[in-house]
């Protein structure tokens, strides 16, 4: 405990907890608050950062938490949030508030749903229940590409929802199934039935490019 600063430094397999969330890391310092009988204002975690919050996992090389604020800070070249139903990758950042429960995040962003389908972007923002933390729903900003086993799909932007379980899809919209191409304005996802639809305004058409499944 350095007094002076207020701080309290743990090194090798370091560990904090409160409540159902828990920290490991190779190296944790807690920041005391300014005042004499303040409790941690907030910590920092870097090597090997494991973060649980009930059945959620975070890892990154580097962590923030601020307790009063509610909002983890994960940065490095790889952090990541997992639950049962999803994992949301980046390269750059991840900002969770706990409050409100969102996630934003930048940097060659991978967001894997069930099925497995996986959204790829340069930002993904995510919204969680605030009960269980399980996905609500989910926006990608920005080169925008989705893999199914059977297609690939690209376009400007992308929402899920996950209480329909729909991926509608946003501007310059292009879906490969096969050797089959159709292009057009906007279109969805149904990732109950695993069939895609797109649509064009009154201006512009959708266009289809089809080739024979070779027998």
Known sequence: YFEKQKIYVASGNAKASKGNFSVKADNITAFMGKTKNSDIA?????????????DTVAKSNF??????EKIIILKGNTQSIEAKAFK????KIISFDDIKKIATSEGD???VLSGPVSIFSKRINAKFDKINNNLI?????GNVKIETK???ITCNSAKYNNKTNLISLEGNVIIKRD?????????YMNLNTRKSKIESSKS??????FSPIQK
């Open 42 to 54: 907030y910590i920092e975690a870097t090597g090997n950062v494991i973060i649980i919050d009930q």
């Open 63 to 68: 962590a923030r938490y601020n307790f009063k």
């Open 88 to 91: 949301l990758q980046s390269k």
């Open 109 to 111: 962003v991978k967001l």
């Open 137 to 141: 729903s989910a926006s990608a900003q």
């Open 150 to 152: 059977s297609e690939t």
């Open 179 to 187: 050797k089959s191409i159709l292009t057009g304005e906007k279109g």
């Open 204 to 209: 512009k058409r959708v266009k289809g490019v």
